[in-house]
Structure formats: C-alpha cells, structure tokens
C-alpha cells in the first residue's frame, strides 16, 4: 500500500519522506501521492539524485517495459532523526560502571589512534605546515565540525575554529574526547604548541584552537 503524505515543508521534503514510509516508488505512485504531475516529481528526481539522496532500480517485467523504482540512498537515509549521540553515551556509562573509568580513558585513546592510522598518509604527504593546518581542517570538515581557519598575528601561528561539535552529546560528558582532540592535532600537525581557548563542551559558542608551528632545534 503507497502511504500519502501531508503538510512537509517542500515537495522535495515530501519526496523524501514518502521513499522513507514506502521503501520504493515509481514516479506514477508518487505523482498520484503528491497531487502533481509527473514531470513535476522528475525535475525533484533528478535533483535528489545529483545529490546522493536517492537512487533508481531498474526492475525487468514478465511482460511489457521496465519499471523504475526510486528508493532512499544510505545518505538520504540520514536525514532522518537518530540517536546514535545518546546510545554511545548510555554505553559509555555502563561500561564506566562495570569496568571503571580508566576503560573509558582506554576507548576514547583507541579512537584517537584509529583517526591518527586514517590520516597520517594525508598528513605525512604534506610538507609545509600551512597545508597540514589547512589539510587539517578538510578533514574535520568531512567529518561535519564546520571548520574555518586563518593566519595568526605571529609568523607560523594559526587560528583554527570548529563551529559545531558531531559528537556534542558524548563530549559534554565525557571531557575524554576534547583532550583526545587536542591531542590528535598534536600528533596530525607534529606540534605540541597547541592551545584550546573556547570549547563547546565547557559552555563556549564554539571550539577555538591557536596552533603554532613546531620551531626547529636551533632556534632554541
């Protein structure tokens, strides 16, 4: 049975909405489901799909032509309400409970290491500190903490700033995973002058790091 939906902000939202409750649709199902005409849900189509939010099976019949049927990526998928946040910190608190606070310690460690193997290649394949900040700042982009970066006033310092935090839930409990990402752009950037003046986690409006270029032994 094809599910009708109402009342969603844009015929795009309805679009998603409807592969989410139907699984998979023919343009016909979702034109009579929508009140449009088909040529209207295909310009939609085709946008989402620019986007990686659905994708389109080509289902061969007994008889007569292919049908295609669209459905939800992994991607559009997401956009969809989860908890992931509040079930690893319900985690966390167990294993807190059960084997102490050190096997926390122990697993944000093991997830800081696990980053440091993903990314050393793009990191060592860098040679000039200014690309690591900036390759830096990729990375954290990719991985959703809207990041922007800048020179600092002194030669070879930099101002890095995370204006949202993924994992905001997990961090404002358990402190553990902002020193593991201080410490992880410390290894990253090969520098241990690095300095946290605001965190979300601590009340700030955002994450704010003031990194400096390792000096070199000579210059004392």
């Not at 839930?169 to 992880?184: D, F, K, P, R, T």
């Not at 990253?188 to 955002?206: P, Q, S, V």
Request: aromatic share 8%; net charge neutral; charged share 30%.
């Amino acid at each position: 049975m094809v599910m009708t939906v109402k009342n969603h902000t844009s015929t795009r939202d309805e679009i998603i909405y409807l592969l989410k409750r139907n699984k998979r649709m023919t343009v016909t199902e979702m034109a009579k489901s929508l009140g449009i005409t088909e040529m209207a849900v295909r310009r939609h189509l085709n946008t989402l799909e620019r986007d990686h939010v659905i994708e389109t099976t080509l289902v061969r019949q007994a008889m007569g032509r292919p049908i295609h049927f669209y459905h939800l990526t992994a991607s559009g998928d997401e956009q969809f309400p989860r908890n992931y946040s509040g079930l690893t910190v319900e985690f966390l608190r167990d294993i807190e409970d059960l084997s102490g606070t050190e096997t926390v310690d122990g697993l944000f460690k093991r997830r800081e290491n696990r980053l440091q193997d993903k990314y050393k290649d793009r990191m060592n394949n860098l040679t000039q500190f200014e690309q690591k900040v900036n390759e830096l700042a990729n990375i954290q982009n990719e991985a959703g903490y809207m990041v922007d970066w800048q020179k600092g006033e002194d030669p070879g310092t930099y101002v890095l700033t995370e204006y949202n935090c993924p994992i905001a839930m997990v961090a404002n409990e358990y402190q553990q995973a902002c020193s593991c990402e201080l410490s992880l752009f410390k290894r990253m950037l090969n520098t241990d002058d690095i300095e946290r003046k605001t965190c979300m986690a601590k009340g700030g409006d955002y994450c704010c790091y003031v990194i400096k270029e390792k000096r070199a032994a000579s210059e004392g």
